[in-house]
């Protein structure tokens, strides 16, 4: 049996390259592939395979020291959903571009937001109602397929347009609310929520274990709408059959969850296309510029 997991931890780490070295060994010897990220604040990894290589490799990195007691998320895989295996050493675990700003200790994130259960944030619109604003943490391309609903959603394309967001005034008239910030497993809304309060947001939660944990909880039947973007051959998630589209061909403006990469090389960006319009393979601009290849 195929799966995948995801998982993080924000735990000083004294020599990055060394940790690198033991992760690709282990992970080389499990037959895992994925992506995993190594800083100074800790680690952050998705690794897909056998489910009891998988299994190995949580035992192993609850062995260590420093890796133990992570939470892991798990969702089905399919053999195929990573290419290849790629361990890096970076700045940050998240590229926010403020690696200065974000400090960490044995028990996390140092000053980050107020972490609340999927249960505690439903407690937490009954208690405060229309006060509570959604943020969401990823970039704007992942929320137009899947979002909390009248969640703010910044206008990034890159997690670094992040810093530019929040230094202007843009958000002043939320920042003495209560603002549950978001993300795909948890670890953007780490750093991002430390961000949030060094720039004046008063009150800043975030979501224990990200959308991930909260669609294992309510499913489609709560706050969550559309299907989550996730990084890897999938491309979207959904938590249940009752999941509705809520993206937007760039075509025919239909209801769709499916992205794919604009075939013009010079682009290749990320473009939504439904299945009515699957013959169009160009995003809205190059497409023009096919017509007559297509017809």
Not at 12 to 40: F, K, N, Y
Not at 53 to 82: A, P, Q, V
């Amino acid at each position: 049996m195929k799966k995948v997991i995801l998982y993080y931890k924000f735990i000083p780490v004294s020599d990055p390259a060394i940790t690198m070295r033991w992760q690709r060994e282990l992970c080389t010897r499990l037959q895992l592939t994925g992506r995993i990220i190594i800083s100074r604040h800790g680690i952050n990894g998705t690794l897909g395979g056998d489910i009891e290589n998988l299994r190995e490799y949580k035992r192993e990195m609850n062995r260590s020291i420093l890796f133990k007691d992570i939470m892991y998320k798990w969702s089905d895989g399919t053999g195929k959903d990573f290419p290849r295996l790629s361990v890096k050493v970076r700045d940050e675990l998240v590229s926010f571009g403020a690696p200065d700003e974000i400090q960490v200790d044995e028990k996390g994130v140092v000053g980050g937001g107020k972490h609340l259960k999927p249960e505690a944030v439903h407690k937490l619109i009954e208690e405060r109602g229309e006060d509570v604003i959604f943020f969401d943490g990823r970039n704007a391309y992942e929320a137009a397929v899947g979002k909390f609903k009248d969640a703010v959603v910044p206008d990034t394309k890159t997690t670094r347009d992040f810093l530019a967001e929040l230094e202007g005034d843009k958000y002043e008239d939320i920042k003495d609310k209560p603002v549950v910030t978001y993300c795909t497993g948890g670890i953007r809304c780490e750093a991002l929520s430390v961000l949030m309060k060094n720039r004046g947001f008063k009150e800043v939660y975030q979501i224990d274990g990200g959308i991930v944990k909260y669609g294992e909880k309510y499913g489609d039947d709560g706050l969550w709408e559309g299907s989550l973007h996730i990084f890897d051959d999938r491309m979207a998630h959904r938590f249940s059959d009752k999941s509705k589209d809520i993206g937007e061909c760039v075509h025919c403006q239909g209801k769709t969850s499916r992205y794919i990469n604009c075939a013009d090389k010079s682009c290749n960006r990320l473009v939504l296309v439904c299945e009515d319009c699957t013959q169009k393979t160009h995003c809205a601009t190059h497409q023009t510029a096919t017509v007559g290849e297509l017809s």
